[in-house]
């Protein structure tokens, strides 16, 4: 088989250069820690009245600057709506859904997570910084989709 | 090959055609148009919204998401679909120089697909399917949306089967003789496509046809997902090779060049067998369930078909060189401007290249694992997508019914001068639109969402919607100048066409050609084993251990 020897280069060329962005990717996944949602167990969407921590959603602080958020997705709404950590935490977001698909973006942040009914997402994020952020629903959830937001206030120490 | 009769309307001739197909593959090319012209209609509606100005009550439409569902589901699977499988019955029969093995079977195809676009039509024209056109579950749809949608499906099957006999017909009488390459391209589409659709029908049949039956009460929400992701990706590269047909095997002959390099031509498209399967998490780095070692040797893969599209990249450019440099173009760019831009077909399909690169380079950022979180359901997405399957392929496949629908109707395109300005107008709105959108999505503006009236609209979002409204405006008229210049070429053109399939010829003779680039099956073999490798365990373990009692739910 022929190769040009221009496209013999060209072959080289791209391989190298995706092997550089791959090795980029993967160097931010594990040596900046930068990493997406895994398998964080299964929870049945008709139990969550009994099944910890979903049966208490809000903001529980853990002591150390560590705070875990416990929060439920449904159409079209978010419980809590609103949460308040200071300045330094490290949050955990643990989160299911009652009903379809929704989803957790937080503009500003790495957080980006898909809300499913029989799934646990869970995403830890440290705010450094004082600040608001907005949060809404990027899945499309029904007729009411657009108007699915919340608020997380990051308050100085 | 037109002869014009006394009455002045026009019969033609098409070698090894036969009426009955010629009939046919018209009848696909039209219902493709009838879904282009109808989910097209919603396009300017939903890039105006993005600005404010929400003009839904003059659609007959019950919402946002009810045009949104046409908009996706008529755009991105009939079009495409119907489009494709006329044009690869006539590459068929053309390239192998032979009707269509069987005429039951060709029929049967066609009906399969046509009564299943109209069961599936139903219920989303009157607001019963309103899930978009990914239908995750739990959202659940009239039972007749997953009917018809799979009832389609089954249709490329039944056609895949007969190219594949018209191949064994053509093989049996000529032993030894490398495949057409047209027709090779057809083949290679077509058994990436049925291995591809396995997802897509388990997940219809299995699941979701039983569950809104109400057969079953509960469904597997993060399994059917999987399984639609399965097909979901390699289902972009089933509107990309007949694409990629066009640009390799014919595209040439149009510019008045050879084909660069016939052995990396077949290795590109037969690359494309194994490697557009093994990568459908990629769709899913962002959902639970699914480990990050699993969307990670997705993400590996996704790398590595990008290889074959960079071999694309050189050899069609290599060949449209050959042409630009025969016609007399000089310097290292020089030739380009020297290709034969008069053609409308030529000029929609380099344009269509053109915003395909930028497209692709937005792809493999969307594949970058978790730089995949800075964009995942932005707009930023629907921006790549506008320009891949929206541009690359759309535009192209407008560029081939310049030639296709006057070699088909034997009427000679009825304004090529206004082909060619459709061409430009397209790629000068979806330029806009595409631009507008990814900085949309570089600033967080979710897509599938009715921003009119989304109390957390960002003022930051109001320039690039402008570009968005801009582009979807010319867009808009660029569409109805295509399906115009479609309707007067058969309806009111009485010049006789002059048109022949192009078929692009090899620049070298490769006398030495490996046997294996002219063989499918160990290719479809081994993708078979590389898939399961990639696909079953984790398929698997979502069957046993997530749960399968999720109920359906109408939020629309
Ligand atoms: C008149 C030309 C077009 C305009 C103005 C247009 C505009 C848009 C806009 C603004 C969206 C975003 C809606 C949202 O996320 O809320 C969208 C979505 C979409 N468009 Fe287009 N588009 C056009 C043509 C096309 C073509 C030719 C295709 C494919 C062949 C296409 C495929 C899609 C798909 C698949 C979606 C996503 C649907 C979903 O999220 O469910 N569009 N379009
Ligand atoms: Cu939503
Ligand atoms: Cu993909």
């Not at chain 2, 029929?107 to 009157?126: C, E, K, Q």
């Not at chain 2, 959202?139 to 249709?155: E, M, S, T």
């Not at chain 2, 497209?359 to 970058?368: E, V």
Request: charged share 10%.
């Amino acid at each position: 088989m022929h190769i040009h020897a221009y496209e013999r280069f060209w072959i080289v060329l791209m391989t190298v250069v995706l092997a550089v962005f791959l090795g980029a990717v993967v160097y931010a996944a594990y040596g900046m820690g930068i990493q997406v949602p895994t398998d964080a167990g299964q929870v049945s969407p008709d139990q969550l009245a009994s099944a910890p921590p979903f049966n208490e959603p809000g903001v529980k602080d853990l002591g150390g600057g560590f705070y875990q958020v416990v929060m439920l997705a449904s159409a079209f709404q978010f419980e809590p709506g609103e949460i308040t950590v200071p300045a330094g935490s490290d949050v955990e977001f643990v989160l299911t859904s009652r009903d379809v698909i929704h989803g957790f973006r937080v503009p500003g942040t790495t957080i980006n997570a898909m809300v499913m009914p029989g799934q646990v997402t869970r995403i830890l994020y440290r705010f450094d910084e004082p600040g608001e952020y907005t949060f809404m629903c990027h899945e499309y959830c029904g007729t009411g989709h657009h108007v699915m937001s919340g608020r997380i206030v990051v308050t100085a120490q | 090959m037109t002869r014009a009769n006394a009455a002045g309307s026009l019969s033609p001739d098409i070698p090894y055609v036969p009426a009955g197909s010629r009939r046919i593959i018209l009848a696909y090319l039209t219902l493709a148009m009838v879904a282009l012209a109808l989910g097209g209609l919603v396009g300017p509606f939903q890039a105006l919204n993005s600005i404010g100005v929400n003009l839904y009550d003059y659609l007959p439409v019950t919402s946002y998401y009810h045009g949104l569902t046409l908009h996706g589901v008529l755009l991105v699977l009939v079009w495409t679909t119907f489009f494709i499988a006329g044009f690869l019955s006539l590459v068929t029969i053309h390239g192998f120089q032979r009707p269509l093995s069987s005429r039951g079977l060709e029929r049967l195809a066609f009906w399969s697909m046509t009564l299943g676009l109209l069961v599936a039509a139903v219920p989303i024209l009157l607001n019963r399917a309103t899930v978009l056109f990914t239908a995750y579950p739990p959202l659940r749809a009239h039972p007749a949306f997953y009917i018809g949608l799979a009832l389609v499906v089954i249709g490329t099957w039944l056609l895949s089967a007969n190219v594949f006999l018209t191949y064994r017909d053509w093989r049996r009488e000529n032993p030894g003789k490398r495949t057409p390459l047209i027709a090779f391209g057809a083949m290679v589409t077509l058994a990436m496509w049925d291995l591809a659709s396995l997802g897509i029908a388990v997940e219809f049949v299995a699941l979701l046809i039983p569950w809104s039956l109400g057969l079953v009460e509960g469904t597997n929400v993060l399994l059917a997902r999987s399984l639609f992701w399965f097909t979901g990706h390699p289902i972009v590269y089933f509107w990309l090779l007949p694409t990629y047909l066009s640009w390799y095997f014919m595209m040439p002959k149009q510019v008045g060049g050879k084909l660069f390099s016939e052995s990396l031509a077949r290795l590109a498209f037969l690359l494309f067998i194994p490697m557009s399967l093994p990568v459908g998490f990629h769709h899913q780095y962002t959902d639970p369930g699914v480990p990050t070692s699993w969307k990670l040797v997705h993400a590996f893969f996704t790398f590595v078909v990008f290889f074959p599209s960079a071999l694309t990249m050189f050899t069609v450019l290599a060949s449209l060189e050959t042409g630009g440099r025969a016609r007399g173009g000089k310097g290292a760019v020089g030739w380009f401007f020297r290709l034969p831009w008069k053609d409308p077909s030529v000029t929609a399909q380099l344009l269509a290249m053109i915003l395909f690169a930028l497209g692709g380079i937005s792809g493999l950022i969307n594949a970058s694992y978790n730089l995949n979180l800075s964009v995942h359901n932005t707009l930023w997405v629907v921006g790549h997508f506008h320009l891949t399957v929206g541009t690359a392929v759309t535009l192209s496949f407008m560029g081939i019914t310049y030639w296709l629908i006057p070699y088909l109707t034997g009427r000679a395109l009825y304004s090529p001068g206004m082909a060619r300005l459709q061409a430009w107008l397209w790629f000068i709105g979806m330029a806009l639109m595409g631009r507008g959108q990814h900085w949309l999505g570089i600033l967080d503006a979710p897509r599938r969402t009715m921003l009119s009236d989304a109390p957390y609209y960002a003022a930051e979002w109001l320039t690039p919607s402008y570009l968005v409204a801009a582009g979807g405006i010319v867009l808009t008229v660029s569409g109805f100048l295509y399906l115009l210049n479609m309707a007067l070429t058969a309806w009111a053109s009485r010049v006789p066409a002059q048109v022949e399939v192009p078929m692009a010829e090899p620049l070298q003779d490769e006398a030495a050609m490996p046997v294996a680039l002219d063989r499918l099956r160990p290719w479809v073999v081994g993708s078979a084993i590389l898939t399961a490798a990639a696909w079953v365990p984790m398929l698997w373990y979502m069957t046993v251990a997530h749960p399968w009692t999720i109920r359906g739910f109408t939020m629309w």
